[in-house]
């Protein structure tokens, strides 16, 4: 199976703030990296699908590059109702497998 | 607008069975392959199984295999997952998931059921 790595765990940050978490496969996936967000109690969502492409209806404050091993999700400007969980998926191979998430806290 | 509303799940002993069910709508759900995925109290997401879209084929985490079985309704929009032989860590709140893509064999859960409790304890 491949394993995704993400950090940090956690993070502070503020309205504002530049925020980047990064995710890594333990093998090559080309781009086939999603991202999701969720928030307590709240089935997760649907960011952003093969390393860059925005879902629908997500704002442009998030972006997500990289491929093969080594990606990056990213939010330009914090807004208050992106605090949350985030968490990596890996698409290349069955299973999936979904880093361990990286909760955004406000600092 | 797509839709997924999950049930049948509760508290069970080790050993006991429970029926998940998902009812979709909103979409041409013959077209789509479904998933399971798992989130422990407290923990990180795991993905189940998966289904495609006729039934033909379905797919298992390993800590499933042979305990849990995947299905679909397709005249009734509605897909399942049959637990068997449960325990303790398949507690989990349990949450239905939509395909992105049809039938490109890639795993890309667009959509979201708000999930069910599954509690395993004695």
């Known amino acids: 199976d491949i394993q995704m790595t993400q950090s940090p765990s956690s993070q502070s940050a503020s309205v504002g703030d530049r925020v980047t978490i990064t995710c890594r496969a333990s093998q090559t996936i080309s781009n086939y990296l999603n991202w999701y967000q969720q928030k307590p109690g709240k089935a997760p969502k649907f960011l952003i699908y093969?390393?860059?492409n925005l879902q629908s209806g997500v704002p442009s404050r998030f972006s997500g590059s990289g491929s093969g091993t080594d990606f990056t999700l990213t939010i330009s400007s914090l807004q208050p109702e992106d605090f949350a969980t985030y968490y990596c998926q890996q698409s290349y191979s069955i299973p999936p497998t979904f880093g361990h998430g990286t909760k955004v806290e406000i600092k | 607008e797509v839709q997924l509303l999950e049930s049948g799940g509760g508290l069970e002993q080790p050993g006991g069975s429970l029926r998940l069910s998902c009812a979709a709508s909103g979409f041409t759900f013959s077209t789509y392959a479904m998933s399971w995925v798992r989130q422990a109290p407290g923990k990180g997401l795991e993905w189940v199984s998966t289904v495609t879209g006729n039934g033909a084929d379905t797919h298992y985490a390993d800590s499933v295999k042979g305990r849990f079985t995947i299905s679909r309704d397709n005249s009734k929009n509605t897909f399942y997952l049959q637990m068997n032989s449960l325990r303790v860590d398949d507690t989990a709140v349990y949450h239905c998931?939509?395909?992105?893509?049809?039938?490109?064999?890639?795993?890309?859960?667009?959509?979201w059921g708000q999930g069910t409790l599954v509690t395993v304890s004695s």
């Open positions: 998931a939509k395909d992105q893509i049809a039938g490109d064999g890639r795993v890309n859960f667009d959509y």
């Open positions: 093969a390393a860059s």
